[in-house]
């Protein structure tokens, strides 16, 4: 069972328009949750993160919100450049147990495609 | 600083064959995780290390040994391969807190097995 979901396999969207990611989760003990950005041929790296404490966390173009009742993030990204174009992840942690230190749950990914 | 490195970058097995990938990082991280990529598939967690001598399994960690000797050092076997772990490897560090962000895993670049 897919505890992390990310329901769209691509989004395109026109350079300088609003890119919105969307992810789903079912486990109710995650209570960190982060985005990541990847590549073709690269490791994923770290783009922002969000507690469950929080409802909106914002770096420069990109805000993560986060709807807990909902069980449900997005990044926004805006303005989308043709750099952001990239396949994103969507991770959760569960930091209740051993501290967090077992680990990232990932989402399948979401191919986000910016047209010039 | 280089982060986190992998060796090899691609490989080919035969079925049955043995390997051992490498990972290293310079970050001085506690925690190193091993993940593996199939298409349409999100990351899913193998093995994953706490701390210098200690290793736990992850989701997927059926066919696989690991060993973390060496703090920066985390190594992933295969003993006797199968087709099914064709895949892409990513490892991946971390401490649990930096700045404001919990468990931002640092990821290396991967390693490309296919087993035929």
């Known amino acids: 069972d897919q505890q992390v979901k990310q329901n769209s396999p691509s989004l395109s969207v026109q350079e300088g328009r609003i890119s919105i990611l969307n992810c789903d989760y079912t486990n109710s003990m995650f209570d960190y949750f982060l985005w990541y950005k990847k590549y073709p041929a690269e490791g994923p790296t770290f783009l922002i993160s969000i507690s469950s404490i929080k409802d909106k966390n914002e770096d420069g173009r990109f805000t993560v919100f986060l709807n807990k009742s909902a069980k449900h993030l997005s990044l926004h990204i805006v303005p989308s450049q043709p750099g952001d174009s990239a396949v994103y992840f969507c991770a959760a942690s569960d930091n209740s147990g051993r501290g967090g230190a077992d680990g990232l749950t990932f989402g399948k990914g979401t191919h986000l495609i910016i047209q010039p | 600083n280089a982060g986190v490195t992998q060796t090899p970058k691609f490989r080919v097995l035969k079925t049955g064959q043995s390997m051992t990938l490498l990972c290293a990082q310079d970050m001085n991280h506690e925690y190193m995780y091993w993940y593996r990529q199939d298409p349409g598939m999100g990351l899913r967690l193998i093995h994953y290390?706490?701390?210098?001598?200690?290793?736990a399994k992850g989701e997927v960690p059926d066919g696989y040994n690991v060993s973390r000797l060496k703090k920066q050092n985390f190594l992933l076997g295969l003993e006797s391969a199968a087709p099914s772990q064709t895949s892409v490897y990513f490892c991946a560090s971390s401490n649990l807190f930096r700045g404001e962000s919990y468990n931002e895993q640092f990821f290396g670049p991967g390693t490309r097995l296919t087993v035929l």
């Open positions: 290390s706490v701390g210098e001598g200690t290793t």
